[in-house]
């Protein structure tokens, strides 16, 4: 005895369950989406905090103050923002380079409590209890240059000048530590310094050669 299918058994040809199915979909992901929406008007919450302005609860305090080249700065630092975000974009110290940005390159190089970091790598709410010195404040008063960055001008050092600053500061730190280092001991203070040129012989001379007057 011969089969019979109902008039409405699944054609593989159409498409037209498909588009039923895909409209429902997106009707369903437009309709969650306004229901979140209108729920953030009404409430007036949302995941950047309340709308006073005020600290949500377990969220970081956003204004801060933070010790940098010897003055106290007040500044707006979101939780995640880096060191070195917060000194070229909110402080304005632009001698603070951002190569790599992810700790490899030096060009971010800073001093924390005399100790060099990789300022893109420090999250700005942990230096709060720091001494955070830049490129700018190795210097003395009245523009006055650092030792190590008058010997690096009168030794060439610098070619592009990107990885410049983080030269800088690392040889002030290691002249801090170590006043009269052999040449082995500076190409070690600066082997977290990469240079694009190639002049890692003209920044060793220079450190060198201001050991003796830093």
Do not use: W
């Amino acid at each position: 005895m011969q089969k019979k299918f109902s008039s409405d058994r699944y054609d593989p040809l159409s498409t037209e369950k498909d588009d039923v199915s895909r409209r429902h979909f997106i009707k369903g992901v437009i309709a969650a989406g306004a229901v979140a929406g209108t729920a953030t008007m009404v409430t007036g919450c949302s995941d950047s905090g309340d709308s006073s302005g005020g600290s949500a609860a377990g969220s970081v305090e956003r204004m801060i103050s933070i010790n940098v080249n010897g003055m106290s700065r007040t500044v707006d630092v979101a939780a995640n923002e880096t060191l070195a975000h917060t000194l070229r974009n909110k402080l304005g110290l632009t001698g603070t380079k951002i190569g790599c940005d992810r700790g490899s390159c030096g060009a971010c190089t800073v001093m924390i409590d005399g100790v060099t970091q990789n300022s893109c790598s420090i999250l700005t709410h942990t230096v709060r209890d720091a001494a955070v010195v830049t490129v700018e404040g190795v210097g003395g008063g009245n523009g006055q240059m650092h030792a190590v960055q008058q010997a690096m001008i009168e030794e060439l050092a610098p070619q592009c000048g990107f990885c410049t600053p983080g030269q800088v500061v690392s040889g002030v730190a290691l002249l801090q530590r170590n006043p009269n280092p052999s040449r082995e001991e500076v190409r070690t203070a600066l082997a977290g310094n990469l240079c694009r040129c190639g002049a890692y012989n003209n920044y060793v001379n220079a450190i060198v050669k201001a050991a003796g007057s830093a």
